[in-house]
């Protein structure tokens, strides 16, 4: 069964502070990795994406990849109470077709 | 721009009734297509993919079904529904094959169906 792990937090962070979410996946042949964040009771939006080992900086977010590791991470620069959100990793399958394999989601909350 | 949309976008419906989700997308041609289901406090939980007209591939069985009757429409249905099925449905789309980007989804606004 292949997996992707997120704590499920919530994570909670000072307004102003870096947040760091963090994710691991199973399938070794993953090659496309993305962050969606969920407000609550609203759809999934994407964030970023990212496909090769290191750092992908968007704005206040920077995406991080380790293929050798499996793990995937975001950092949120100068989080803002409005970043209060479920993030949700996926990691696309290896295989023949677009299948996306969802984390659970890590629940952050920015506290003024 | 591309654009998806969705409806109902909630719904209460009695165990054993019927269901009817659809979902249409905008601005682009030949998507591939996707229904996923999120029960509350759960991750996403892909039900059905589509890479074309009539091209429909199950991922989990149960007693939903979909169809593609036009390129830019998908419809999630069931002939009778269980309390199991209430949730968060989402469709969402992504480019095609043949386009050669088919790698990035989007989430059209969501069907909250609760099963009494």
């Known amino acids: 069964q292949k997996e992707v792990e997120q704590n499920s937090g919530p994570l909670s962070v000072p307004e102003g502070a870096i947040a760091s979410l963090n994710c691991t996946y199973s399938d070794r042949g993953s090659q496309s990795f993305f962050w969606y964040r969920q407000y609550s009771g609203k759809s999934p939006e994407l964030i970023m994406s990212i496909y090769s080992n290191g750092d992908k900086e968007d704005g206040r977010f920077t995406a991080q990849l380790n293929k050798a590791s499996q793990y995937v991470s975001l950092l949120i620069r100068d989080s803002q109470p409005s970043d209060s959100a479920t993030y949700l990793c996926?990691?696309?399958?290896?295989?023949?077709?677009?299948?996306?394999?969802f984390g659970a989601g890590t629940r952050l909350a920015v506290h003024p | 721009s591309q654009t998806i949309h969705q409806w109902p976008a909630t719904l209460v419906q009695p165990v054993g009734s019927p269901l009817s989700l659809e979902c249409t997308v905008e601005g682009t041609s030949n998507p591939n297509l996707y229904w996923y289901r999120q029960a509350a406090g759960r991750g996403l939980q892909l039900l059905f993919y589509?890479?074309?007209?009539?091209?429909i591939s199950s991922e989990v069985p149960q007693n939903l079904s979909a169809s593609r009757p036009q390129d830019r429409q998908f419809i999630l249905s069931s002939k009778k529904l269980l309390l199991s099925d209430s949730g968060f449905y989402l469709c969402a789309w992504s480019g095609s094959f043949a386009s050669g980007s088919t790698d990035t989804q989007y989430f059209g606004p969501g069907t909250r169906l609760t099963v009494l």
């Open positions: 589509s890479v074309g007209i009539g091209q």
């Open positions: 996926a990691a696309r399958m290896s295989g023949g077709y677009n299948k996306l394999i």
